[in-house]
């Protein structure tokens, strides 16, 4: 199995002012491009060359830099571009707000947690929202790790937040807690539901 780059739903344009569109090209076309041929290199070949993204990661010898790195970061960029949307009018369902509340009191407590969690997650890294044995958790890994890996934090990833520089310097520059509430404008919360349904 080969991969390839997973498409934009949307214009590099369409998230701006939150997130412009110079930052979402380079992000997009270069990055991710970068991890997904590099990815499809580490495998060629190999055991892996016929499992999906998901056995990969789960499976993952965690001393094979290149394959942790890039099947990592071929995965988080997958998700990064499916949960966000320009569109205002996406709705959270009933379910993952009642999750919301048991594990974390309100949104607003979670969007603490989880903005916590991204600030101050030392260099590069993500911040996700999990959900781990049918509650909901936060969290963050360093680099392209994942909550999939064997050393991850666990669970199943619903919401990822980028935190590299590459994600936000070029608008943000050092002030990596503007642009996670920015992030939080373009949150797609139609295809969390969802995936928060598909988890179970």
Known sequence: MSFSLPQLEYSYDALEPHIDARTMEI??????????????????GSENESNDIHDILSGLDMTNMALRNNAGGYYNHKIFWEIMNPNKENVMSEGLKTAIDEAF????????????????????????????????????TPN?????????????????????????????????????????????WGVISEKFEQSF
């Open 144 to 188: 392209q790790d994942n909550p999939l890996m064997p050393n991850g934090c666990g669970g199943t990833p619903i919401l990822g937040i980028d935190v590299w520089e590459h994600a936000y310097y070029l608008n943000y520059q050092n002030r990596r807690p503007d642009y996670i509430n920015a992030f939080f404008e373009v949150i797609n």
């Open 105 to 140: 009191g309100s949104f607003e407590a979670f969007k603490e947690a989880f903005s916590n969690a991204a600030a101050t997650r030392f260099g590069s890294g993500w911040a996700w929202l999990c959900v781990k044995n049918g509650q909901l958790e936060v969290c963050s």
């Open 27 to 44: 992000h997009h076309s270069k990055h991710h491009q970068g991890y997904t041929n590099k990815l499809n290199a580490a495998i060629e």
